[in-house]
């Protein structure tokens, strides 16, 4: 006997092999899973096609090889729709390709029948060094169309299917249609002899990478990451390697030191593979994580602007009539309306006439915030004189500090630069500050000064009053925030004041700063603005 026939035999042992043992694993792997089920289908297809292959070259006769060949046949017919039928499930496509898959094993279901006809197989005939090879009838070749029809139409959906999927998906796709190329490549040989060309089926050996490929991209789908497929390889070809030598061992010592290393090999195979799939894993989770911080940040980011928004639109709408109200309390007080009737009432008028103006400065507050959030804030920079704006908001309090009894300190450096900026801003920062300061110091002095360091011209407000505590100075200049020791001491504060302050700072590219001995010992606040 040839020897080749000997290799066709082995070859279709190897595949039978292969298909039966991965089509009982991937079947076991989820027994409820459709395309688990499938694809164990398709592996016995190919199981069943394999095994008649082993036998047709061991055959003595023509009627029995014919017997094989048209055995092998009927389980080549299935072998394609099988692969339609789950790469269908497994692309989710099945409601929309259910009329295609029953149409596909109706007419597979008849050609499983027409083998046995003598127009699939007319004779046998010796060819190449077979003595027996089978001569196609007219039926054959539709028996092809059927069978390699089947196969391009799931190869089109695959194609189809690479061009949208991502990650995994896109992975499992491509080892898919890998498997597929090798199989025809190997496969197609076994039909060059039926045509007449001289070639053997030699690449019959490849047809079960289908079987191989198909199956590795569904279960190890958790892993299909590249170095882990290529440290697998790696691995798989080191042991095999391995392992033959371990079996040629010609002396005892060489037997003994081949297997020590064959069991070294397999142990440190499965530690690297271990670790190499756990450092993916972690990888992925952070991955993960990473993408879920960003879909809540995103949220959180139109929260707040739908929050600023609407802080917007209701300052808007409480702003005029709160500036009726001061209009009209001012003209009574003018005695526009007449003489007020008695001091009582003059005095009741003065706590409407401040709670109104407490309002109206927490309404600016607010729309300076929205109009900061949303980034509307415009400014109108000229030149201008520091010192003449710190002068005229220290004038401007003069009376609050005094009716508190404060000593007022005053330390303007000479001959400052000019610099350019938007004084309403600015003016509206150095008033906060003070403000600030006379609110929370009860008794001592409020100190203001104005120098120059380096290229930057300093503002900073010093005061005798409340203090801050370390915690309060990481969180000093956000919105709402609010020291727990004003909080005692003043009840009404919102904690904006501060926050608009350094936006607007920031907006001339200057810092804000605070700091403090500690809590009831005083603080300094203030900014820095560049010269240039
Ligand atoms: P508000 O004064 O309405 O609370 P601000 O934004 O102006 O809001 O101030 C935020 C917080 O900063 C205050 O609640 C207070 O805790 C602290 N703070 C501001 N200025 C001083 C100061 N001069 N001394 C001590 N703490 C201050």
Not at 49 to 56: N, Q, T
Not at 151 to 156: A, G, Q, V
Not at 343 to 350: D, Q
Request: hydrophobic fraction near 45%; aromatic fraction near 14%.
């Amino acid at each position: 006997m040839d020897i080749s026939y000997l290799y066709f035999t082995f070859s279709g042992v190897f595949n039978a092999v292969v298909s039966t043992l991965l089509g009982l694993l991937v079947y076991f792997k989820d027994p409820r899973s459709q395309v688990n089920k499938t694809l164990s289908l398709f592996c016995f297809g190919v199981a069943m096609w394999s095994y008649a292959y082993i036998f047709w070259p061991l055959s003595q006769t023509a009627e029995e090889t014919l017997l094989y060949f048209q055995l092998l046949h009927i389980g080549a017919c299935f072998v394609s729709i099988f692969y339609l039928h789950f790469v269908v499930i497994w692309l989710n496509l099945y409601q929309a390709q259910k009329k295609i898959i029953i149409f596909g094993y109706l007419t597979s279901a008849i050609f499983s029948l027409l083998v046995f006809s003598p127009h699939f197989i007319k004779g046998m005939v010796p060819k190449f060094s077979m003595y027996f090879w089978a001569e196609p009838g007219v039926l054959y070749h539709f028996y092809l169309l059927n069978f390699f029809g089947w196969f391009f139409y799931s190869c089109y959906l695959l194609l189809k299917h690479l061009r949208q999927a991502e990650g995994v998906k896109k992975m499992q796709i491509k080892l898919i249609l890998l498997g597929m190329a090798l199989s025809f490549l190997g496969g197609s040989t076994n039909y060059f002899l039926w045509y007449n060309i001289n070639i053997p089926p030699y690449g019959n050996i490849l047809a079960s990478s289908f079987v191989i490929f198909s199956a590795y991209a569904i279960i190890r789908y958790k892993f299909l990451d590249i170095r882990v497929i290529a440290t697998e390889a790696a691995l798989l070809v080191m042991n095999i390697l391995l392992f033959f030598r371990f079996i040629i061992s010609s002396s005892l010592m060489e037997w003994i030191i081949n297997s020590v290393t064959l069991v070294g090999l397999l142990f440190l195979s499965l530690v690297l593979l271990r670790s190499v799939k756990r450092e993916i894993r972690r990888r992925e989770e952070i991955q993960k994580l990473a993408a879920d911080l960003k879909a809540v940040n995103e949220k959180l980011v139109e929260l707040d602007k739908a929050k600023s928004e609407f802080l917007s639109i209701a300052s808007h709408q409480l702003r005029t009539p709160l500036t009726i109200i001061k209009g009209y309390i001012s003209m009574i007080q003018d005695g526009d309306y007449g003489p007020v009737p008695n001091p009582k009432i003059g005095e009741v008028l003065s706590n409407v006439y401040q709670s109104n103006e407490h309002l109206i400065h927490l309404v600016n507050d607010f729309l300076d915030v929205s109009r900061i959030d949303a980034g509307r804030t415009e400014y109108k920079f000229e030149k201008v004189d520091l010192k003449d704006i710190l002068e005229e908001v220290v004038k401007q309090n003069a009376n609050r500090i005094k009716e508190k009894g404060l000593k007022l300190k005053l330390a303007i450096a000479k001959n400052l630069p000019r610099i350019t900026a938007d004084v309403e801003k600015i003016h509206h920062a150095v008033f906060n500050f003070l403000s600030n300061s006379i609110k929370y110091t009860d008794k001592g002095f409020i100190k203001t000064e104005l120098f120059r360091d380096g290229n930057w011209l300093v503002c900073q407000i010093s005061d005798s009053g409340i203090g801050l505590s370390p915690a309060d100075k990481e969180n000093l200049f956000q919105k709402f925030y609010r020291s727990e020791n004003a909080q005692q001491k003043l009840v009404e504060g919102v904690g904006l004041g501060l926050f608009v302050c350094r936006k607007l700072i920031e907006g001339h590219r200057g810092e804000v700063f605070a700091e403090s001995p500690g809590v009831g010992k005083g603080s300094t606040f203030g900014f820095r603005l560049p010269i240039k």
